[in-house]
């Protein structure tokens, strides 16, 4: 069973960075499909980032565009990087990693088109 684990969560000033990390404990012989996923409290959850099977492709929510980058350690997707950069209050919630062996050349918005989760790392950004 495909285990993902966040890391670097934490507190944050309005205007500064964090750098999330998600690391898959299984390496298969293709590559994962990753995406980013946040959840506030009271509300559903959102599409934060995702990087398709071939890395060939990023996509990012709307309210994260131009703030956010998503990148990869390696070509298997085994490791997933989060910068979060111009942090606003707004971006506080607990934010998950989660991961497909699906091959696609999309990358895939909705949280039913993964089959792994990790438990979550929370964020809070203070005004």
């Known amino acids: 069973q495909v285990q993902l684990v966040e890391s670097g969560g934490g507190l944050a000033q309005a205007g500064g960075s964090l750098r999330l990390s998600c690391a898959a404990s299984?390496?298969?012989?293709?590559?994962?499909?990753v995406g980013w996923f946040r959840q506030a409290p009271g509300k559903e959850r959102e599409f934060v980032s995702g990087?398709?099977?071939?890395?060939?492709?990023?996509?990012y929510g709307d309210s994260v565009k131009g703030r956010f980058t998503i990148s990869s350690a390696n070509t298997k997707n085994t490791v997933i990087y989060l910068q979060m950069n111009i942090l606003e209050p707004e971006d506080t919630a607990v934010y998950y990693c989660?991961?497909?062996?699906?091959?696609?050349?999309?990358?895939?918005?909705?949280?039913?088109?993964?089959?792994?989760w990790g438990p979550g790392t929370q964020v809070t950004v203070s005004s």
């Open positions: 299984e390496h298969p012989y293709s590559p994962y499909a």
């Open positions: 989660a991961a497909t062996l699906s091959q696609s050349r999309a990358v895939a918005r909705s949280d039913l088109s993964y089959d792994y």
């Open positions: 990087i398709s099977s071939d890395g060939r492709r990023l996509a």
